[in-house]
């Protein structure tokens, strides 16, 4: 073993993001860094009973209650956003570190004070954005540091498509448990990288398709105090391309956001045409090793830890604002009068 100490880890919702990714993430972590899954939280039997086939010798409940949290060093909080506020704030007042995923809170105010209660309990407080360990997410920001391409000048990100992820709730679509649709859950990852990426926001437009429910489109055009302007389209409902493009002075950087482990360059004055393999590539479930690593590491004091919660304040701010503004999509093929309707319905 790694370590004497084994770090004891509890999961905190058992849908489909722990049994896809945390769970099978987590499984090659187990001897080589000295860890075990000691406690399993879920209201849902079936689900308790499928995830503990991985975890056998882990507690099981449908109740926070029964969280030993004495016995645990580390919860991973993987049940719907609107519970994210609440959980993380009776496990940091217990003393627990926490691994949330997310988005982090439902809004601004409440992941500012998860981050309060955190630096008050002395526990890490790290937020799920595992994009930030693919390697082309440093690629880029390297390349937007440095100057081998010029100055980063635009960009355009479409993502999505008909929704298909094995929910094990309907909680992506309903207002009781979301603050909002694909923009808040999707675009939790592209705005966290976009600002990461290009700085603080200058203005934005942004349009959706909500109508007093939860969006399944949504459209932000953004401008950044850097001068990097560009638009942002998600979808939850419509087969979409899936690409980036990022514009530099000297050339044009495409990825596909299911592909993180290559990107193209076109290059402007020599017509040069590259593809750059990014290295070590890293499937989506590698990504969450190496933050759940990552996570671990920090608190055992071997790392500084690379995403902790304040890092996603930025975007999570843009995303109230943007709902805070929000206006209608164009429907041209609504009726005058349902067009006035649609648009009573907004806000």
Same mark, same amino acid.
């Given at each position: 073993?790694?370590?004497?100490?084994?770090?004891?880890?509890?999961?905190?919702?058992?849908?489909?993001? /722990?049994?896809?990714?945390?769970?099978?993430?987590?499984?090659?972590?187990?001897? @080589?860094?000295?860890?075990?899954?000691? $406690?399993?939280?879920?209201?849902?039997?079936?689900?308790?009973?499928?995830?503990?086939?991985? *975890?056998? /010798?882990?507690?099981?409940?449908?109740?926070?209650?029964?969280?030993?949290?004495?016995?645990?060093?580390?919860?991973?909080?993987?049940?719907?956003?609107?519970?994210?506020?609440?959980?993380?704030?009776?496990?940091?007042?217990?003393?627990?570190?926490?691994?949330?995923?997310?988005?982090? @809170?439902?809004?601004?105010?409440?992941?500012? +004070?998860?981050?309060?209660?955190?630096?008050?309990?002395?526990?890490?407080?790290?937020?799920?954005?595992?994009?930030?360990?693919?390697?082309?997410?440093?690629?880029?920001?390297?390349?937007?540091?440095?100057?081998?391409?010029?100055?980063?000048?635009?960009?355009?990100?479409?993502?999505? &498509?008909?929704?298909?992820?094995?929910?094990?709730?309907?909680?992506?679509?309903?207002?009781?448990?979301?603050?909002?649709?694909?923009?808040?859950?999707?675009?939790?990852?592209?705005?966290?990288?976009?600002?990461?990426?290009?700085?603080?926001? @200058?203005?934005?437009?942004?349009?959706?398709?909500?109508?007093?429910?939860?969006? +399944? +489109?949504?459209?932000?055009?953004? $401008? *950044?105090?850097?001068?990097?302007? &560009? $638009?942002?389209?998600?979808?939850?409902?419509?087969?979409?391309?899936?690409?980036?493009?990022?514009?530099?002075?000297?050339?044009?950087? /495409? *990825?596909?956001?299911?592909?993180? &482990?290559?990107?193209?360059?076109?290059?402007?004055?020599?017509?040069? /045409?590259?593809?750059?393999?990014?290295?070590?590539?890293?499937?989506?479930?590698?990504?969450?090793?190496?933050?759940?690593?990552?996570?671990?590491?920090?608190?055992?004091?071997?790392?500084?830890?690379?995403?902790?919660?304040?890092?996603?304040?930025?975007?999570?701010?843009?995303?109230?604002?943007?709902?805070?503004?929000?206006?209608?999509?164009?429907?041209?093929?609504?009726?005058?009068?349902?067009?006035?309707?649609?648009?009573?319905?907004? $806000?």
């Amino acid at each position: 073993m790694k370590n004497e100490k084994v770090l004891k880890i509890g999961f905190l919702g058992c849908g489909a993001i /722990t049994q896809l990714y945390y769970s099978q993430a987590i499984i090659p972590l187990l001897q @080589a860094e000295s860890l075990c899954i000691s $406690h399993l939280i879920d209201p849902s039997d079936e689900r308790l009973s499928l995830l503990g086939k991985s *975890f056998p /010798t882990a507690i099981q409940s449908t109740e926070l209650t029964d969280f030993h949290c004495k016995s645990i060093d580390l919860a991973i909080i993987a049940s719907p956003q609107r519970f994210h506020y609440q959980h993380a704030l009776q496990l940091l007042g217990k003393g627990v570190h926490v691994l949330c995923e997310k988005p982090l @809170a439902t809004n601004y105010a409440e992941a500012s +004070n998860m981050i309060l209660s955190a630096n008050d309990n002395q526990r890490i407080l790290a937020v799920g954005l595992f994009r930030r360990f693919w390697p082309i997410t440093q690629y880029i920001k390297d390349l937007v540091m440095g100057n081998d391409l010029g100055q980063p000048l635009s960009f355009h990100w479409v993502e999505g &498509g008909v929704f298909n992820w094995p929910a094990a709730s309907p909680s992506f679509f309903q207002k009781a448990s979301s603050s909002g649709g694909v923009f808040a859950d999707l675009g939790a990852h592209v705005l966290d990288l976009l600002v990461y990426w290009f700085g603080s926001v @200058a203005s934005f437009e942004y349009f959706d398709d909500a109508m007093g429910g939860l969006e +399944n +489109n949504a459209s932000l055009q953004l $401008h *950044f105090d850097n001068g990097v302007a &560009g $638009h942002l389209r998600l979808s939850r409902d419509t087969p979409i391309p899936n690409l980036v493009r990022i514009e530099f002075e000297n050339c044009t950087l /495409t *990825f596909k956001p299911g592909i993180v &482990g290559e990107v193209n360059l076109q290059f402007r004055h020599s017509q040069l /045409t590259a593809k750059a393999l990014l290295h070590p590539v890293l499937s989506y479930s590698q990504s969450f090793a190496a933050q759940l690593r990552n996570v671990c590491r920090a608190i055992r004091g071997e790392e500084a830890l690379r995403v902790p919660a304040y890092e996603a304040l930025p975007s999570m701010k843009l995303i109230d604002n943007c709902y805070g503004s929000r206006r209608l999509f164009e429907q041209p093929w609504l009726t005058p009068a349902e067009w006035g309707m649609a648009q009573s319905l907004v $806000h």
